[in-house]
C-alpha cells in the first residue's frame, strides 16, 4: 500500500521559504507524476503543480515566479518550495500522487505569520 | 479551464440519490476529469478518474458519467458516511483546476 507522508516546518514567517517534504512509502518514485495542491483553512483544493520522476516540472502560471519542486529517488521523496509568502499562503499542503491524486499524504498546515 | 459545480450545497436524506454536476469552460481532452471525496479534516480521497472509472476500493453506489464540458457524479443511494464535500478536477490541461466543490449534507 503506497502511502505519502508530509513534513516540513508549521510556521514560516513572512517574506520567507516554505519548504515541505514529501516521503513516499511502499513504492517506488519511478514512472510517476508527483502533484502537490493546497487548501486554505475553509477553502478549495488549489493545484500548485507537478514534477516527474525524473525531474521535470509543471508548475501552476499563479505561482511560477516563487515555486520549485524536486525529486531525490534515492530517498524516495519529493519537495516543494515556495518563496518570498504571505499570510495569502497560509494553507493545509498535500503531496500526491500521479496528475489526479489516487494517493494523498495527510497534509500539513503551514501557517504564515510573524 | 474554469470549472463550476452545482448545486453548492445538496440537502438531503439517507438512502436518497445525490446527482452532482461539474461544468467546463472548455471540452476536457479525453475526459480527464476526477472526483474527489473530502470530509473534515481529512485528505481528498479519489472516488473516480478519467470521468466514470471507479477508483480501488470505491463502492458501486458512486458513478461518473459525461464527456466535453458536462460530467455528473451519481451516489444511488446515500450512505451516513458520504455526507461530505465532492470536489471535480480537470487534469488534461495546465494549469490542472478544481471546481469549488459541493457540500452534501442532511
Known amino acids: 500500500q503506497v502511502q505519502l507522508q508530509e513534513s516540513g516546518p508549521g510556521l514560516v514567517k513572512p517574506s520567507e521559504t516554505l519548504s515541505v517534504t514529501c516521503t513516499v512509502s511502499?513504492?517506488?518514485?519511478?514512472?510517476?507524476?508527483w502533484s502537490w495542491v493546497r487548501q486554505p483553512p475553509g477553502k478549495g483544493l488549489e493545484w500548485l503543480g507537478y514534477?516527474?520522476?525524473?525531474?521535470?516540472?509543471n508548475y501552476n502560471p499563479s505561482l511560477e515566479s516563487r515555486i520549485s519542486m524536486s525529486v531525490d529517488t534515492s530517498k524516495n521523496q519529493f519537495s516543494l518550495k515556495l518563496t518570498s509568502v504571505t499570510a495569502a499562503d497560509t494553507a493545509l499542503y498535500f503531496c500526491?500522487?500521479?496528475?489526479?491524486?489516487?494517493?494523498w499524504g495527510q497534509g500539513i498546515l503551514v501557517t504564515v505569520s510573524s | 479551464i474554469v470549472l463550476t459545480q452545482s448545486p453548492g450545497t445538496l440537502s438531503l436524506s439517507p438512502g436518497e440519490r445525490a446527482t452532482l454536476s461539474c461544468r467546463a469552460s472548455?471540452?476536457?481532452?479525453?475526459?480527464?476529469l476526477a472526483w474527489y471525496q473530502q470530509k473534515p479534516g481529512q485528505a481528498p480521497r479519489l472516488l473516480i478518474s478519467?470521468?466514470?472509472i471507479r477508483a480501488t476500493g470505491i463502492p458501486d453506489r458512486f458513478s461518473g458519467s459525461g464527456s466535453g464540458t458536462d460530467f455528473t457524479l451519481t451516489i444511488s443511494s446515500l450512505e451516513p458516511e458520504d455526507f461530505a464535500v465532492y470536489y471535480c478536477q480537470q487534469y488534461g490541461h495546465s494549469p490542472l483546476t478544481f471546481g469549488g466543490g459541493t457540500k452534501v449534507d442532511i
Open positions: 511502499g513504492g517506488s518514485l519511478d514512472g510517476y507524476y
Open positions: 478519467f470521468a466514470s
Open positions: 472548455q471540452v476536457l481532452t479525453s475526459d480527464y
Open positions: 500526491a500522487r500521479r496528475e489526479w491524486g489516487d494517493y
Open positions: 514534477v516527474y520522476f525524473t525531474g521535470i516540472t
